[in-house]
């Protein structure tokens, strides 16, 4: 079935890269996705990366995909205490139609001095 | 920048009533979406809608829950006996095509039932 996993919990210190890493299940998804949602806040796209694609660079992020392993992850360069949120994989199935967002549980970043 | 605008931001209700979640997506966006997010768990899919009809639903979209576009502008979500299992943040998304598929989403309505 569809599924997306994500680490529960990363912490990094201040100016230091973060990897928040993410697994998914089906290979038919032509997008995969990043949100970033802040407390109290709704999901904010950060960046996503069509699947011929093998990485994808903006600004500080990075994003690089292994179709093989069926694995994406997210860098971020030298992180900052603004970039502590909760990070969500999301996948869009073609069995959804493109219609859906599978998401993952989320990465808690916690970004320390 | 545009973006989704959802209203209640809060909205608390007893268990049994009607409620209805309302969002404003972005003008020029074509599809439609709801998601909800109880609190600790993921983001799961509700519904999608494009052309005054759903076009794909999730198991949690029973008969209890309905979608609607009143006017060009609005969207709504209606949630009809509303139980203590339905408190969550309701996330409202829209995309411009099918194609493109990025959903922007709106800051979500916090539903407590009591």
């Known amino acids: 079935g569809e599924d997306v996993e994500q680490s529960l919990f990363l912490s990094v210190r201040e100016g230091d890269s973060s990897v928040i890493n993410c697994t998914y299940t089906?290979?038919?998804?032509?997008?995969l996705y990043w949100y970033k949602q802040e407390p109290g806040a709704g999901l904010q796209l950060l960046t996503y990366?069509?699947?011929?694609?093998d990485m994808k660079q903006d600004q500080r992020l990075t994003v690089l995909l292994n179709k093989k392993d069926k694995h994406l992850s997210l860098r971020i360069a030298d992180t900052q205490t603004g970039d502590s949120a909760i990070y969500f994989c999301?996948?869009?199935?073609?069995?959804?139609?493109?219609?859906?967002?599978?998401f993952g549980a989320g990465t808690r970043l916690a970004v320390h001095p | 920048e545009p973006e989704v605008t959802q209203t209640p931001s809060h909205q608390v209700t007893q268990m049994g009533q009607e409620v209805i979640l309302r969002c404003v997506p972005i003008s020029n966006h074509l599809y439609f979406y709801w998601y909800r997010q109880i609190l600790g768990q993921k983001v799961e899919f509700l519904v999608s809608?494009?052309?005054?009809?759903?076009?794909?639903k999730s198991e949690i979209f029973d008969d209890q829950f309905s979608v609607e576009r009143p006017d060009g502008s609005n969207f709504t979500l209606k949630i009809r006996s509303t139980k203590l299992e339905d408190s969550a943040m309701y996330f409202c998304?829209?995309?411009?095509?099918?194609?493109?598929?990025?959903?922007?989403f709106g800051p979500g309505t916090r539903l407590t039932v009591l």
């Open positions: 990366i069509f699947s011929n694609m």
């Open positions: 809608f494009y052309n005054n009809e759903i076009s794909e």
């Open positions: 089906d290979s038919s998804s032509t997008y």
């Open positions: 998304a829209s995309s411009e095509a099918l194609e493109s598929d990025t959903q922007y």
């Open positions: 999301a996948e869009t199935p073609l069995s959804g139609g493109y219609n859906k967002l599978i």
